[in-house]
C-alpha cells in the first residue's frame, strides 16, 4: 500500500511537472538562439518526465515490494529535473528582459533618426546650411533667459557599454549631440557583442549628423552598413549616408546610396521607403 501511495504522488507531481514545462515552453516563444536552445532543453526534459511517468505506471499496476525503490529512485530525478526547469525559467526571464530593453532602443532611435531625416531633408533643401540655422536659432535651456535651477547631486557616470548607450540615446533625444557623441564612442570600445557594438556605431553616426558633421557622418552610417549589411539597421545606415551625401550637395553619391538600398532591401518599411522616394526626388536620381 505505501508504495502504490508513493507511486500515486509522484504520478501527480510528474503531472503537475509537465504542466509547468509546457507554460514554460509557451511563454519562450522567441527567435534568439538563445531562445530556440532553452525552448529545446524544456522540451527533452518533458520527454524525460513522460518517460519516468510510464515507468511509474508500470510501477503502480504491478506492485509488489520493488515499487518503494523504483518510486525513490524516481522522485530524486523529479528533483533534479524541477531545479532544471527552475534553472532555465530564471535564463528564460533574463532573456526576456534583455530582449525588452532592445526593442526600446530600437523605438527611441527609430524615432531620433525619423526626426534627423527630416533635418537633414530641410538642410538640403536650403542647400547645407539652412539646417544649421534652423538649429542655432533654437535657444537651449541655459539661453532661454529663467532663473537656473537649483543645484542637484551629482548623477554617477554610466560605466559599461549598455549604460552609456541609454545615456547617449537620452542626450541624442535632447540635442545634446557632443555628449552623444562621446558615449557612443566610448560604447563601441566597451561593447562586447555585434549587437552592441553597431548600436554604438549607428548612434556615433547619428551623433555626428545632428552635429552637421555630414562628411563624418556619413563615413560612421556606411560603417554600421558594414557591420551587419543583413540587419534591420542595414537600410536606415544606408539611408543616413543618402542623407548625409545629399545635404552635403553630392547629389550622384547619395543616388548610388539609395540604389544600393533599394537592391539589397526591396522589403524595406514603410517609414524607410518614403524617405527614399523624398531624397530620390531632391537629388534628381535617374
Known sequence: ??????????????????????????????????????????????????????SAGAVSSSGGAAAPAVSAGNSDLVSQLLQRVSTLENENREMRGELDQLTNQVQTQN??????IGDMQFAAQNGGGGGAGASAAMPSSSDSGAPSAPAVAPVEKP??????????????????????????AQALKLAKTPNGKLESQFLLAQS???????RDSAVAYYDAYNRAPKSPRAPEALLGVSASMLAMGDKNSACQ???????EFPSA?????????SFKGRASCH
Do not use: C, P, W
Not at 545634446?176 to 562621446?182: E, F, I, L, V
Not at 555626428?208 to 555630414?214: E, F, R, S
Open 257 to 263: 546610396a539609395l540604389e544600393k538600398l533599394d537592391s
Open 1 to 54: 500500500m505505501r508504495g502504490a501511495r508513493v507511486s500515486r504522488f509522484f504520478i501527480l507531481s510528474s503531472a503537475a511537472l509537465v504542466s509547468v514545462l509546457a507554460a514554460g515552453s509557451a511563454e519562450a516563444q522567441v527567435t534568439s538562439r538563445e531562445g530556440i536552445a532553452l525552448q529545446n532543453q524544456i522540451q527533452q526534459l518533458s520527454q524525460q518526465l513522460q518517460q519516468v511517468q510510464a
Open 208 to 214: 555626428l549628423a545632428g552635429q552637421k558633421q555630414y
Open 269 to 277: 518599411s514603410a517609414r524607410v521607403k518614403a524617405a527614399v522616394t
Open 159 to 184: 560605466t559599461t557599454a549598455l549604460e552609456l548607450l541609454k545615456s547617449g540615446q537620452a542626450a541624442l533625444k535632447s540635442h545634446d549631440y557632443a555628449t552623444a557623441q562621446s558615449n557612443a
Open 111 to 116: 524615432a531620433t533618426l525619423t526626426k534627423q
